[in-house]
């Protein structure tokens, strides 16, 4: 699937509701509701899949996701079969069940930490004067190496970032990484895709 079929696609997606879309590493992501729920990459459709509709991908003869040649397939997200992108009634199914894939994996709780109490209590700052999500320890880090804000975050990206602080010699984990680019993003860091952070740490050499 090339870009320009990208319109017929969400054309077809639209039978499930209004599907927005954001360029990410080379591919695109496909986005219901605010909810990231499959992608495009290599002209091919991917949906997000659970435990329970994995197996109808599978015996369509689907394959999961593999971003990189050398790296696992990513098993939770299967490429759509072409006889459902080819019928609208099913697209809308397949879409919808995606969709709640997704919501279901961003509604598992995570455990509360002092940081988090932290952020409920924290006045919300608008986009453009910090970014948020960001221990202090971590903010020291990113102003050592000029970034002080989301806009000097957007001229400088969020592994070149990464790797400045890196080459200060902070001890800057994958965590680090995942708030720079879901501060780029406007999410929270853990409701980064799974398949965004693969990304990352491929490109960031982790």
Do not use: C
């Amino acid at each position: 699937m090339t870009d320009p079929d990208l319109d017929d696609l969400l054309d077809l997606l639209a039978t499930a509701g209004i599907v927005r879309t954001r360029k990410m590493f080379g591919g695109t992501g496909l986005y219901l509701e605010g909810v990231f729920f499959g992608l495009v990459a290599d002209g091919r459709l991917f949906f997000r899949v659970d435990d329970e509709s994995r197996g109808e991908y599978e015996s369509a003869g689907s394959e999961p996701f593999q971003p990189f040649p050398d790296k696992p397939s990513m098993r939770t997200y299967f490429e759509v079969p072409e006889r459902v992108q080819g019928d609208r009634r099913a697209m809308k199914t397949w879409t919808l069940r995606a969709l709640k894939a997704a919501r279901e994996r961003d509604a598992k709780p995570k455990r509360a930490t002092k940081s988090d109490a932290k952020r409920r209590v924290t006045k919300k700052t608008p986009r453009g004067t910090r970014i948020v999500h960001m221990g202090t320890v971590s903010r020291l880090w990113l102003e050592e190496v000029g970034v002080r804000t989301v806009e000097d975050l957007e001229r400088k990206g969020s592994i070149a970032t990464f790797r400045a602080v890196r080459r200060r010699g902070h001890p800057a984990s994958e965590k680090l990484l995942y708030a720079l680019e879901a501060a780029l993003l406007g999410l929270r860091p853990d409701r980064l895709p799974d398949v965004v952070q693969a990304n990352l740490r491929e490109r960031a050499g982790l």
